[in-house]
């Protein structure tokens, strides 16, 4: 299904921040339960209780709309953010664990969405994989260089492309296989995959 063109803006009112959240929020509940290709504008507007010419003000596409909200939904972190339980593998399991079923089950959902929208419109894959991928990417760097700080990796891991693996390989499960990423399956990338590049073994601080 697709949109019909953008309705021609009338200029107005100044934006309304407070709006645009409570739009890329119904953004991403319409995308994890219709999927992008079925989803509309109409429909997020229904759900945001917004005119379809607001959206279309401020977003000039679908696609453009669906990248934006995944994006707000990964955001950046900061370190404060993270967790801190005074050891490199005890974080990691800490940032990757989902917090609930429903935080599981609305990741699988939003991944399944942002990998319909990566066959409609490959053109926009650049920008809708950071989105997924390049915030879990920013905590392990965090994460990792804080470990180095500590004294417990040593200065010489290969930073970049240590934070890299795990996300890439959640976001290909997610995506690809769309199968869920439960806890057993953290804990083995962790103590056979991260731990050793940092010059770890499990257990081992």
């Known amino acids: 299904m697709t949109d019909e063109p953008a309705p021609r803006s009338r200029g107005g009112r100044p934006r309304d921040a407070t709006r645009d959240a ?3 929020t119904a953004t991403l509940e319409v995308l994890a339960e219709h999927g992008y290709e079925r989803m509309t504008m109409d429909q997020v507007a229904r759900r945001a209780g917004a005119g379809k010419a607001t959206l279309y003000r401020r977003w000039p596409s679908k696609a453009d709309l ?3 909200a995944v994006a707000q939904f990964d955001r950046m972190p900061t370190l404060g953010e993270l967790p801190d339980t005074g050891d490199l593998r005890g974080d990691l399991l800490a940032l990757m664990r989902p917090q609930s079923a429903e935080d599981e089950h609305r990741t699988l959902a939003l991944a399944s969405g942002m990998a319909s929208l990566l066959s409609a419109d ?3 894959a650049d920008a809708a994989g950071s989105a997924l991928v390049e915030p879990f990417v920013a905590s392990q760097r965090l994460l990792i ?3 180095i700080d500590r004294g ?3 200065a010489d891991v290969d930073v970049e492309t240590v934070a890299f693996v795990t996300p890439s390989m959640t976001a ?3 995506i690809v296989q769309r ?3 439960d806890t057993d399956l953290l804990a083995r990338l962790v103590d056979a995959v991260i731990l050793p590049a940092c010059g770890l073994r499990p257990g081992e601080h």
Do not use: C, D, G, N
């Open 172 to 174: 290909f499960r997610l």
């Open 66 to 68: 669906v990248v934006q």
């Open 122 to 124: 490959p053109a926009l």
């Open 152 to 154: 417990e990796v040593r």
């Open 22 to 24: 409570a739009i890329l």
């Open 179 to 181: 199968k869920p990423i």
């Open 145 to 147: 260089r804080r470990a």
